[in-house]
């Protein structure tokens, strides 16, 4: 499978932290063609991550980028900053990537960079989403993808993947039933921005030039 040597089609830089399930269903597509677009890079801040060797065996290059050799968020960032730029990418890509950003670097990516979180936001910003979702006693949880903003969770949403949650369900049925759904909602919003359809306007998500509602495009799970 060849993802990674065509000139002509939008760069993409992955940035991950641990499994890289969601940078597995990304590759996936790109290596069907149904996302045209050639991953340039992956970038992983834990040396551990599985997703290093997802991405070996696709045959895309990766970088190990490990925060703790580094003495503030700001020279982190800066190092981020000089392996993704030299790609010069058209999106970057966060698919479980756990590292809270600077705003000079969300600044920097404006508009071109995507994340995905395991919550219906604006509800259970932040970590141990599944186990909150059922301690509040929600009837449905899921993901979001999202552009990225300063505001940590907090960007303009693109698309939800909504997911019922079941009476006895404990926090790993759960995270597994929406994780399942984070593996179609995120190559369809990569698909979407490659093709050029999506796009932040300001605060704004455009798709095909309409403008989505603040919650982003719902997609409901037959599960
Ligand atoms: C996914 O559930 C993703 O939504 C979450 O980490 C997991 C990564 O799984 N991301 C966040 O919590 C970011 N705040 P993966 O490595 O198998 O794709």
């Known amino acids: 499978m060849d993802t990674s040597n065509n000139q002509d089609k939008p760069k993409i830089v992955v940035l991950i932290s641990g499994g890289g399930s969601n940078l597995q269903a990304i590759i996936d597509q790109v290596g069907a063609g149904t996302i045209d677009a050639s991953i340039n890079l992956i970038i992983s801040n834990n040396p551990d991550a599985k997703g290093l060797q997802r991405a070996a065996t696709a045959g895309i290059e990766t970088a190990v980028i490990d925060h703790r050799d580094y003495d503030s968020r700001e ?4 190092e981020l900053m000089r392996h993704i730029d030299a790609e010069q990418p058209q999106l970057v890509i966060l698919a479980g990537f756990m590292r809270i950003f600077t705003p000079h670097f969300t600044n920097h990516y404006a508009g071109r960079m995507l994340n995905i979180h395991p919550s219906l936001l604006p509800k259970f910003k932040g970590t141990n989403t599944h186990a909150r ?16 903003t300063s505001e940590l969770d907090g960007g303009p949403l693109v698309i939800q993947a909504i997911v019922d949650v079941k009476k006895d369900d404990n926090p790993d049925q759960l995270a597994s039933r929406v994780l ?10 990569v698909k979407w921005f490659c093709e050029g359809r999506l796009s932040l306007d300001g605060s704004l998500v455009r ?8 919650e982003g495009i719902a997609y409901q799970a037959s599960l």
Do not use: M, N
């Open 180 to 189: 399942q759904q984070e593996h179609i909602i995120y190559p369809i919003a």
């Open 133 to 148: 979702a059922i301690e509040a006693g929600v009837a449905q949880h899921g993901a979001s993808v999202h552009f990225v």
């Open 75 to 78: 020279s982190f960032d800066r």
């Open 207 to 214: 798709l095909d030039r309409k403008t989505l509602p603040a």
